[in-house]
């Protein structure tokens, strides 16, 4: 039998990945009322801005005040999603409002050029000099590859471009790397392969999963990355998110469904999962529609 980690790490990126997906704009006094509640149900990491421009996701045109407004214990780490230099620049006037700095590029030539209209190349290039700021200015800095799974438009990606890609912003100074289904092409079985690989080759750096529910096998993935030691997960309260390219891409896996099950097998979270749900309902009444999360219906495992 494997021996499953202890513990894990759990970012919620509902904030950001979720919120940017919902077609009717969200008021800022409800983001900031939702995110004071993930925080108080436990969560020390939370993605809660991206420094688009506001014409490309007018739904996160609002960071800033909701930096400002958020009320979070102070060890919580606040990542923001930096798309380029300009979105660099913006950040840094709040810079002591965040911790995490997260840069990113898709593996897949089509997809990256669909979603920031640039080449791999050029996205590299300009991500190795964000790294570098961002190290500069004492921040932690993240790095995403998206669609490392697959991508809707070429189909399957190579696991050593995908790592290729990691290694490279390791060297550019990336403290973590997350590794994106973007659009939920992921299998368990390729997930353990991928993770097994990626930890090896990834020494001394953080390797977080980022699976999509899009096809139903988001917690399936979860299970088969921490099998092979995984030990960082992101996750989206409510089942909130998905992707703006293509359009359609919906569904993080549901926070309260990934921590329920990793508390129902002994592995320890820190979080509260009444509190998470607690959360998941608070959303889906800002909302005003059914979130897809399983746990919002059907509250913890209750064994007595
Ligand atoms: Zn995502």
Known sequence: ??????????????????????????????????????????????????????????????????????DVPDDVRLMVLIPNSRGLDNSL?????????????SASETHNK?????????????????AARIKAEGLDC????????????EGKVDLDRVLGLAERFAEAGATEIGFGDTTGMANPAYVKEFFAAALERL???????????????????????????????????????GCPVPPGSTGNIATEDLVSMFHEM????????????????AAQDTLGRKLTSHSIVAGPVNWN
């Open 1 to 70: 039998m494997t021996r499953l980690p202890s513990s894990v790490h759990v970012r919620e990126v509902g904030p950001r990945d979720g919120f940017q997906n919902e077609p009717e704009r969200i008021p800022t006094a409800d983001k900031i009322r939702l995110i004071n509640a993930l925080a108080r149900a436990g969560l020390k990491r939370i993605e809660v801005a991206s420094f688009v421009r506001p014409d490309v996701i007018p739904q996160l045109s609002d960071g800033v005040e909701v930096l400002h407004g958020i």
């Open 93 to 105: 006037k709040v810079r002591d409002k965040f911790h995490e700095a997260a840069i990113f590029v």
């Open 114 to 130: 669909k979603n920031v209209n640039r080449t791999v190349a050029e996205t590299m290039a300009d991500n190795d000099k964000m």
């Open 142 to 153: 993240a790095a995403v590859v998206a669609t490392s799974f697959g991508c809707p438009y």
């Open 203 to 241: 020494p001394g750096v953080e390797v977080t999963a980022h699976f999509h529910n899009t096809r139903g096998q988001g917690l399936a993935n979860a299970f088969a990355a921490l099998e092979v030691g995984c030990s960082s997960f992101e996750s989206s309260f409510g089942e909130l998110g």
């Open 266 to 281: 002994g592995v320890e979270t820190g979080l509260s999962l009444p509190g998470l749900i607690d959360a998941a309902r």
